[in-house]
């Protein structure tokens, strides 16, 4: 008897990689029609991918050079900053298929792929906001296949895709680095792959993820305190035993779901084929991953670890996880529950309603607010990241900035501060950033052209002395 079509499409690496394509369109088509304005990560990524630098602000530059090349072809709009979000979901699910496809038909592939939906931070943040976190999880199962091909034939193709993908992963975000370095030790640790790691090539890997960094890494090491703002988000000081703590609950809200599948299926099932070998080596890594940053967090005496920082280590174990629970279950088995449990997941995540739930609605007429502010005359105007945004939205050709709390400024020209009013110690930041200017207040005051009220300060700025 032969399988039906729709039985036959399941069995075609095709039918997967267009089903996440849709997927990824259908969620930026949901996002793009609630979308209204730009708040938080997206702004700060619209307003960095104006231009290419070799860095913007405490996050490495991958993702704005991507927003950039995506605004070369629809333009500095918000349906830009959808795209490029898209993009970077197909790639995510895309390279969770690859991951499993190793090692599975690309039917039990296709569904350990999707499921992914089980890392909460994937199912519904990605959807929402987070950009650098969503790059990094698409590019380190990547660079993992890169690394297993390098083990398994050493090429010198496989040594260079290796070390040119993991220089991506850390140029998206340094968490990229994680899993990647705790995967060559892992693999150090295996006697069938210690000879393939030490071959020589793997210095020219090493060299091409120097060469293709060098670039951030020296604008990181001469901007140094804007590159390490974000430090603080570790809570430095605030006690190891804490830290330790959260990086637990990280763990459980980050791969919480995945180790029940899997306790499930042990205990629900008898038979099963094993994996391959070499996957003891990337649970290893995974296990290294987290003694890893544990270590950083007791040399920092560090008291936060967030749960987005652990997805990139969670995210290349998971379909690796669901393929041997498939595997183990049996193809046919659990077929009706496993589909209707993951369309039922499906659905709650094509559920409009967390595109709201965190983030505010517009608060501002941004094109009056523009006319207001730009008839000050100043000749350039820094701003919090969100107004900075909608300004440049709705009038292109405003000298807006950003962060009015990182960074010097130039001593000249006439600059606009403006804060929502609940930002008031803005001004006392935005000082700071002056040092050796002589500053003149031209003008202040409360616009309220956008609708609600916005305070701004007018200064003249010329060297002291």
Not at 214 to 239: D, E, H, M, R, Y
Not at 268 to 286: K, Q
Not at 309 to 337: E, K
């Amino acid at each position: 008897m032969t399988s039906s079509p729709p039985a036959r499409a399941l069995d075609r690496s095709i039918f997967w990689i267009a089903l996440f394509a849709v997927y990824a369109f259908v969620q930026g088509a949901i996002r793009h029609h609630f979308k209204t304005a730009l708040f938080g990560d997206d702004s700060e990524l619209f307003l960095w991918a104006r231009s290419l630098d070799w860095g913007y602000g405490v996050q490495p530059p991958l993702y704005a050079w991507g927003q950039w090349l995506v605004n070369q072809v629809f333009g500095d709009t918000i349906l830009s900053i959808t795209v490029m979000r898209s993009l970077c979901l197909f790639g995510l699910y895309a390279a969770g298929y690859l991951m499993a496809r190793r090692y599975a038909s690309p039917r039990l592939a296709g569904f350990a792929a999707l499921g992914l939906f089980l890392i909460p931070e994937i199912a519904q943040t990605f959807l929402r906001t987070r950009t650098h976190n969503l790059l990094v999880t698409a590019l380190v199962p990547l660079a993992t296949l890169a690394f297993l091909d390098l083990c398994d034939r050493q090429r010198l193709g496989d040594y260079l895709r290796f070390g040119a993908l993991t220089a991506l992963a850390v140029l998206a975000k340094a968490t990229g680095a994680i899993f990647l370095l705790a995967l060559v030790l892992a693999g150090l640790m295996r006697p069938a792959t210690r000879r393939a790691i030490l071959d020589r090539r793997m210095v020219l890997a090493f060299v091409l993820l120097a060469v293709l960094s060098a670039g951030p890494v020296i604008w990181s090491l001469t901007n140094s305190a804007l590159a390490t703002a974000s430090l603080s988000k570790f809570q430095p000081g605030g006690g190891w035993t804490t830290g330790l703590l959260s990086l637990g609950r990280a763990m459980v809200d980050s791969g919480g779901f995945v180790a029940v599948a899997v306790g499930l299926t042990v205990l629900l099932t008898r038979r099963g084929a094993a994996l391959p070998d070499e996957t003891v080596m990337l649970w290893r890594a995974g296990i290294l991953s987290v003694l890893l940053i544990a270590l950083g967090v007791i040399v920092a005496d560090a008291a936060e670890i967030k749960e987005r920082w652990l997805v990139p280590v969670v995210a290349p174990l998971t379909p690796l996880a669901l393929v041997w629970c498939f595997q183990r279950v049996g193809r046919w088995r659990f077929l009706p529950a496993l589909l209707g449990g993951l369309s039922a997941v499906l659905q709650l995540a094509l559920l409009p309603g967390y595109y709201e739930r965190k983030e505010p609605l517009p608060r501002a007429d941004y094109a009056a607010l523009a006319a207001e502010l730009g008839s000050t005359g100043a000749t350039q105007m820094w701003l919090p990241d969100d107004m900075a945004a909608g300004l440049a939205l709705a009038s292109p050709g405003i000298p807006v900035g950003q962060r009015v709390d990182r960074g010097l400024l130039p001593c000249e020209g006439k600059v606009l501060l403006a804060v929502w009013p609940e930002l008031d110690p803005a001004l006392d930041a935005f000082r700071q950033r002056l040092p050796g200017c002589s500053v003149t207040e031209a003008a202040s005051g409360t616009s309220n052209a956008g609708g609600v009220p916005v305070r701004y300060w007018v200064f003249t700025l010329t060297p002291a002395g």
